[in-house]
């Protein structure tokens, strides 16, 4: 079984720019949420799409969306890149809402913003 | 509100050295304690996890008990190999929650040496 998949791997851009990234849930799992990764920071939890509705958000500003698609596919975009941005997002699924006890991340897409 | 304290690394040991990173929590009610663990260049895999009182989880030659009295779930290990090097989180949430609900610790880096 496939686990879940993040595109692309790594992601450099420059300020002003926008960005989308891709997670593709292990099959069955309708639930996908989003988290950034930062050193200083560690894990903040973005949003959280359950048939193709967004369930959860994060205190992110609005520069920061997703969507879910009806194959549980999911993209999240940023718009407007700072600096600040620079961080892993991470992608994790889980077969239910209530999945926080079996919960699967990707490997992440690196994005660094120039 | 709910929080999770763990240990400052970097932790540094010998192979065959014991492990101990510490956790401790504050939450209201009876939440599920996890450990995750983050291999370079991967995203989190749930390592072990228990869901009540004097729990104890394990996994992969690892072990943390679910301590009410001290509020704690510390993370042991008889003996570390290098493939163990890694970042390592804490985190707790109510049980059979949204991923929303989950509460990461900072994460402590371990690095073995051979």
């Known amino acids: 079984k496939a686990g879940v998949t993040q595109t692309p791997r790594y992601l450099i851009k420059t300020r002003g720019q926008q960005v989308t990234l891709s997670c593709s849930p292990i099959s069955g799992h309708r639930s996908v949420s989003w988290y950034q990764q930062t050193p200083g920071q560690g894990l903040q939890f973005l949003f959280e799409y359950f048939s193709e509705t967004q369930r959860n958000k994060g205190n992110f500003p609005g520069r920061f969306s997703g969507r879910q698609f009806s194959n549980s596919r999911s993209e999240m975009n940023v718009s407007t890149l700072e600096l600040g941005d620079s961080a892993l997002y991470l992608c994790?699924?889980?077969?239910?809402?209530?999945?926080?006890?079996?919960?699967?991340f990707g490997s992440g897409t690196q994005l660094s913003v120039l | 509100g709910n929080s999770v304290t763990q240990m400052e690394g970097p932790v540094t040991l010998s192979e065959e050295a014991f492990l101990t990173i510490n956790c401790t929590y504050t939450?209201?009610?009876?939440?599920?304690l996890f450990w995750y663990v983050q291999y370079p260049g991967e995203g989190l895999q749930l390592l072990l996890k228990a869901t009540k009182a004097d729990d104890k989880g394990s996994n992969k030659g690892f072990e943390a008990t679910y301590r009410k009295e001290t509020t704690s779930f510390h993370l042991e290990k008889g003996s570390v190999q290098v493939s163990d090097s890694a970042v390592y989180f804490c985190a707790l949430s109510a049980p059979y929650s949204s991923a929303s609900k989950i509460i990461f610790g900072s994460g402590t880096r371990l690095s073995i040496r051979p």
């Open positions: 939450a209201t009610g009876y939440p599920s």
């Open positions: 994790a699924s889980s077969f239910s809402l209530q999945g926080n006890e079996k919960l699967f």
